[in-house]
T-cell receptor
Framework: DTAVSQTPKYLVTQMGNDKSIKCEQNLGHDTMYWYKQDSKKFLKIMFSYNNKELIINETVPNRFSPKSPDKAHLNLHINSLELGDSAVYFC???????????FGPGTRLTVT | DAKTTQPNSMESNEEEPVHLPCNHSTISGTDYIHWYRQLPSQGPEYVIHGLTSNVNNRMASLAIAEDRKSSTLILHRATLRDAAVYYCILRDVNNNAGNMLTFGGGTRLMVKP
């Protein structure tokens, strides 16, 4: 069973479009995250979310917004895509303040 | 969270032990030391974590210096599958809103057959 899954695995789109990446975890965790890994392979936290609070990394543009329909899902919506948004996006989950975060396989977003 | 320093890359022979160092001279008393690794084309994977005492699990061992300003991740017998980027991360459990991880550049471990 896949613990943290993401769809799609690959996403190619044009500048200016709006797109979403879905994330689901079946671990019963109460906290989920989005990370971005750029072309230089640096991993940066974007959001941390549980049912009580959303923590946003201050460097994330407001074109990015996480949406959680329920505890098992945290989707990432991106408006007005730009070339610089091209990256691999990873979803992760954990128990709140738990030491282990479980990562999904990643979604490679290419903006042309 | 305090910063860590790791070598950019290391090489190892298959079936030999590997010692991956991490310096964290500004570590605070409530910083836990975490290690994650990222295999090629995969998401990061938790390896081990500790506070003061050395820790062992099925994947690796973590040796923490007495002054806690450095630590070493030990893979007892490297396999080709252990080739990955290894990240040493400090997490302050008392001052980390959102439980977020701050990744550095990590160490790229290459394993030769």
């Amino acid at each position: 069973d896949t613990a943290v899954s993401q769809t799609p695995k690959y996403l190619v789109t044009q500048m200016g479009n709006d797109k979403s990446i879905k994330c689901e975890q079946n671990l019963g965790h109460d906290t989920m995250y989005w990370y971005k890994q750029d072309s230089k392979k640096f991993l940066k936290i974007m959001f941390s979310y549980n049912n009580k609070e959303l923590i946003i990394n201050e460097t994330v543009p407001n074109r990015f917004s996480p949406k959680s329909p329920d505890k098992a899902h945290l989707n990432l919506h991106i408006n007005s895509l730009e070339l610089g948004d091209s990256a691999v996006y990873f979803c992760a989950s954990s128990q709140v303040a738990g030491p282990e975060q479980y990562f999904g396989p990643g979604t490679r977003l290419t903006v042309t | 969270d305090a910063k860590t320093t790791q070598p950019n890359s290391m090489e190892s022979n298959e079936e030999e032990p590997v010692h991956l160092p991490c310096n964290h001279s500004t570590i605070s008393g409530t910083d836990y030391i975490h290690w994650y690794r990222q295999l090629p084309s995969q998401g990061p994977e938790y390896v081990i974590h500790g506070l003061t005492s050395n820790v062992n699990n099925r994947m690796a061992s973590l040796a923490i210096a007495e002054d806690r300003k450095s630590s070493t991740l030990i893979l007892h017998r490297a396999t080709l599958r252990d080739a990955a980027v290894y990240y040493c991360i400090l997490r302050d459990v008392n001052n980390n809103a959102g439980n977020m991880l701050t990744f550095g550049g990590g160490t790229r471990l290459m394993v030769k057959p």
